[in-house]
DNA sequence: GCTCGGCATGGCAGCGCTGCCATGGCTGAT
DNA sequence: ATCAGCCATGGCAGCGCTGCCATGCCGAGC
């Protein structure tokens, strides 16, 4: 049952050594010995011991995946990509769920730090918003630890994978201008989301662009969750002059909107257009099936990880990669109302 | 910064041997022996090397949670569950993604093999619908790899959590039967899935108990997607006698069915009441809240960890543990329509 | 008193692999 | 011709633990 280096050694007759350095693609061996190695390990079906590998060579063969849960969705599609990296790389993923508050931020360090000495992770990925940590990124390269990041708030100097979150918030500000929009609203994210900021900004950006006033009355503060959502739609709708179309950070509290609208009667898009961010699976499921971004979250957590896996034997490599966002246009936005047209 | 078992015997003044045993729960060691060696292990702050573990123990230490994505968030949250079990047990935990066929028996086989032969878990969780393969069960008791089941169509001889669907479906039924419906149509699951039958089960129970009759017309296969949803409801909804209601047999198709209907101009509750099972996030995030039933998933992940990992050291005391649903009524159902009562 | 069995503990090899160093052959500069 | 320096490869200790066996002690039974 067990095939071991020696048996792949004996096979292709070499030494133990040699296999190693050609599983390990360690360069100053010829290419046939590497070729006959190679063929070896197929014939034998041969897989490294993970445990004797990891205690002889002084790592883990490990990366661990930092969250704390956004979205189910998100996060799976997150760690589906970073499983095909490891895959890949023959390397093993363990999960950290995290509860993660800028605030208690001694804490926080100290139990990341804490998992980085007992859990031995070789690199960690970071996911939103612990990306965004004030002192996390800093106290990990002291203790030189090498970490990838995805979507952080600053990715100077950091590796990883990230979206053009302000262009992307504002081609889809620019599409309900498009539609005949001029009285637009905004809900934010929560604050600690790098995203909430980079939303508003591309939202700000493509009002300036057209020429529409921006009112700081139709920008309201929500936190990502459904409930947030509802009361920033009941705000907003209380309005004298209410909006004719909502941009909403993300999918749930885009769903919110849709909810207090319904709950009113009124009917999207005919009476209000509203827009969300993400594309999670719920956002086709709401009736009607709403506009939004989709982020190849899957694609990022595979580069974040092929990334940081690449960091690991040659830091220089390395770099932030951007990835390509997708307006999806759906259902949930259409023509400003007529009533409300303006010349 | 890496404390071994060497310094905690020393510390202890005792051989590393009986360190050892303190550390697995082993017996024959002094209790006043276990506590000074459990003082020292608290001051060094003493975890043991994962892998040197592995290696010198001949086991991983790991588990795998196979999985075929049926939804990412009941998936995530069996997830959690899995992950806290492994937490209080010093475990880890692999995630290994499987394309489940039942028809493409001996390749799933094999799939699965080289995953026990190379990942070298000490056991396995397995998930639904992969817990109903026709012959994985008995092909795992033959390599000798322990396995709990999470709600397998036949929990005879197994271990792990289930939930009484089939009692879940029908009192959810017999909540229609109370709101005056007579005409309640089903959407099947997938047919690879234990939980289409026992939720069809739980549908015909209660109709026979309410006295009511069984109508074929009224039962129509979904495959637990939103699209089938959405079909099989436009197929009810053009039966010359349409359904009052709607149980689907999960939430993803319950909002297709609310979708067909919003598409109509139904207006739901008041000229269709919806349900379905699962209490997804989504399910609360449509309009109007899903009526449905809550499985706590998080909790059996925990459960079936739990039993798998009490059966690594005692096959003798494990058993399937049921866990309680709980049915949440929200907004998508209500009495039947007036015009369509019956006396 | 002596033996015997069981309990508490220790000693040490070795799990399967990689890091480090040694070796020997070959190339190219002198 | 000589030798420094490089490349391809091999040898072997040892990573941090646990399995197995040895040891010594104590109390019960004869």
Chains 1, 2 share one sequence.
Not at 41 to 53: C, F, G, M, T
Not at 68 to 80: H, K, V
Not at 231 to 258: C, E, H, W, Y
Not at 312 to 330: A, D, F, G, K
């Amino acid at each position: 049952m067990a095939v071991r280096i020696e048996d792949v050694a004996s096979l292709a007759g070499v030494s133990m050594k040699t296999v190693s350095r050609v599983l390990n693609n360690e360069p100053n061996v010829r290419a046939q010995t590497r070729e006959k190695v190679q063929a070896a390990v197929a014939e034998l079906n041969y897989k490294p011991h993970p445990s004797a590998r990891s205690l002889a060579g002084h790592r883990s063969y490990l990366i661990a995946l930092l969250y704390d849960n956004p979205s189910p969705s998100y996060l799976m599609e997150i760690q589906s990509g970073v499983l095909d990296a490891c895959e890949t790389h023959h390397y093993g993923m363990m999960l950290r769920p995290l509860n993660y508050s800028p605030a208690s931020d001694a804490e926080f360090i100290h139990t990341v730090e804490s998992l980085v000495v007992h859990g031995r992770p070789d690199g960690l990925i970071l996911t939103p918003p612990i990306t965004d940590h004030p002192t996390l990124g800093k106290r990990l390269a002291e203790l030189n630890v090498p970490y990838a990041c995805i979507s952080p708030r600053d990715w100077s100097g950091c590796i990883g994978a990230n979206l053009d979150e302000v262009h992307a918030a504002s081609e889809m500000t620019a599409h309900l201008i498009a539609l005949g929009h001029r009285r637009i609203a905004h809900i934010t994210g929560h604050p600690d989301h790098g995203a909430s900021g980079w939303r508003l900004q591309g939202y700000c950006d493509a009002l300036q662009r057209a020429g529409l006033r921006f009112d700081p009355n139709l920008v309201v503060a929500g936190e990502f969750s459904f409930d947030s959502g509802i009361s920033a739609a009941r705000r907003l709708l209380d309005l004298k002059q209410p909006p004719t179309a909502i941009f909403s950070a993300n999918d749930d509290m885009a769903a919110g909107v849709i909810n207090a609208a319904c709950e009113r009667g009124m009917v999207v898009p005919r009476d209000l257009s509203v827009c969300g961010f993400d594309d999670t699976p719920m956002s086709h499921q709401i009736f009607p099936a709403l506009t939004t971004v989709r982020q190849p979250a899957r694609e990022m957590g595979c580069i974040a990880a092929t990334q940081l896996l690449r960091a690991l034997r040659n830091p220089e490599s390395c770099e932030m990669v951007h990835v390509p966002y997708t307006l999806q246009l759906r259902k949930s936005t259409g023509p400003v109302p007529n009533h409300q047209k303006t010349p």
